[in-house]
């Protein structure tokens, strides 16, 4: 969730983690959400089409062929909130479906080549049921009248991979948000999905400072509380731990 403008965002990159050579960092945003780059843009949009009434940040960036040998199609959701929003998200998950079906398809004004690896993050606030989990996952879409068909996601016409990154990649726990005496459980509201049929996970986690040494801190820089909002007695309020995903392209025989 990022309210500020791209060229603030941008800026404050610019700023902080300055790139060399003189290359810049391009923000983009999609309502409540930013996607930052340090490589080129080559198509962005804020909505789906049909437009499900919710922005989502839709990006096609330019990966280097130093890099990679394609291109990389991000999508960085942030779905309705609480409990009486789980319509909305299936609705949301249902467009954002459809348009992984139209763009591979592909239909203009989106066409992705063949095999461009497609990530899918955000906060997609699972408070209900699975349901539009299930749908981004699998393209199984719930209202057809409305989104048309279900496509399977994945350029291999399987499912995408659900990450789950673990808590500093070493534990059990997979959740993202927890409020201590809110009456609710910790949940896994955030997600990292991919097309791991076109490219790999090498790493990933979940960043949960307030469960590290003072000497992990330490050596990472980092403080108890730079993943939380505040802390009261034994009890936390963390809304919501980062997700760290690195990726390679998979090598296709």
């Known amino acids: 969730e990022v309210w500020s403008s791209p060229d ?23 309502g409540s959400t930013m996607t930052v780059t340090r490589f080129p843009i080559v198509h962005h949009r804020a909505t789906t089409s049909p437009d499900s009434g919710r922005k989502v940040s839709l990006t096609w960036i330019d990966i280097p062929d130093s890099l990679w040998d394609h291109d990389l199609y991000f999508i960085n959701a942030h779905m309705s909130c609480c409990s009486d929003g789980e319509l909305s998200r299936q609705r949301q998950a249902d467009s ?16 992705l080549p063949p095999g461009t690896p497609l990530m899918l993050m955000g906060d997609l606030n699972l ?14 879409i719930n209202d057809e009248a409305l989104w048309g068909s279900d496509a399977a996601p994945d350029w291999d016409d ?29 949940g ?28 992990q801190l330490d ?6 509380l730079d993943v939380g909002k ?24």
Not at 96 to 111: E, K, L, S, T, Y
Not at 127 to 140: F, I, R, S
Not at 189 to 212: E, F, P, R, W, Y
Not at 219 to 224: D, H, K, T
């Open 8 to 30: 603030t965002i941008a800026a404050w990159f610019n700023k902080e983690l300055p790139l060399p050579d003189g290359a810049t960092w391009t923000a983009v945003d999609g």
């Open 96 to 111: 954002i479906a459809a348009w992984i079906r139209r763009i591979r398809g592909p239909q203009p004004p989106v066409a």
């Open 127 to 140: 408070v209900g049921g699975d349901g539009p989990l299930h749908t981004l996952v699998t393209g199984d």
């Open 158 to 186: 399987t499912a995408l991979q659900d990450i789950q990154p673990r808590h500093n990649g070493d534990g059990k726990a997979t959740w993202t948000w927890r409020w201590d005496g809110s009456g609710f459980n910790p």
């Open 188 to 215: 896994r509201l955030d997600c990292a999905l991919l097309s791991d049929s076109v490219a790999q996970v090498v790493g990933a986690i979940a960043l949960n400072t307030t469960t590290m040494t003072q000497t």
């Open 219 to 224: 050596a990472l820089g980092l403080a108890q």
């Open 230 to 253: 505040s802390k009261f007695g034994d009890g936390w309020v963390l809304d919501h731990l980062p997700l760290v995903v690195d990726l390679k392209p998979r090598v296709l025989r």
